[in-house]
């Protein structure tokens, strides 16, 4: 059983930032690949970014790029994700994911693929 523990969510102005942190339990965190999702309200769970387990492999979502930083420190068991220039449409729960036996190096963005959720973080940006 894998425990995901995400961190750092809250209100901000639009043009802020944040750094979202998702702590991980496991002695193999490294091997696993990790992803961000947000759902707002009314709408389908999308993936936001994602890292394979080398971290050499990223995904980001179109509406992110430039903005969103993935990152992870295998030492620390967490992953975070920096969030600048924050937009009103960035509002949302966002989820960390991870998939625990990925047989490629690769960014993974559909939510089907991951194994374990977080609880989820509360961000909402004001205008």
């Known amino acids: 059983q894998v425990q995901l523990v995400e961190s750092g969510g809250g209100l901000v102005q639009a043009g802020g930032s944040l750094r979202l942190s998702c702590a991980a339990s496991?002695?193999?965190?490294?091997?696993?690949?990790m992803g961000w999702f947000r759902q707002a309200p009314g709408k389908e769970r999308e993936v936001v970014v994602a890292?394979?387990?080398?971290?050499?492999?990223?995904y980001y979502a179109e509406s992110v790029k430039g903005r969103f930083t993935i990152s992870r420190d295998n030492a620390k068991n967490t992953v975070y994700l920096q969030k600048n220039s924050l937009k009103p449409e960035d509002t949302a729960v966002y989820y960390c994911?991870?998939?625990?036996?990925?047989?490629?190096?690769?960014?993974?963005?559909?939510?089907?693929?991951?194994?374990?959720w977080g609880q989820g973080t509360q961000v909402t940006v004001s205008s």
């Open positions: 890292i394979s387990w080398s971290g050499g492999n990223t």
């Open positions: 994911a991870a998939k625990i036996t990925p047989h490629y190096a690769s960014a993974y963005i559909f939510p089907t693929a991951y194994d374990y």
């Open positions: 496991g002695r193999t965190f490294s091997s696993y690949a």
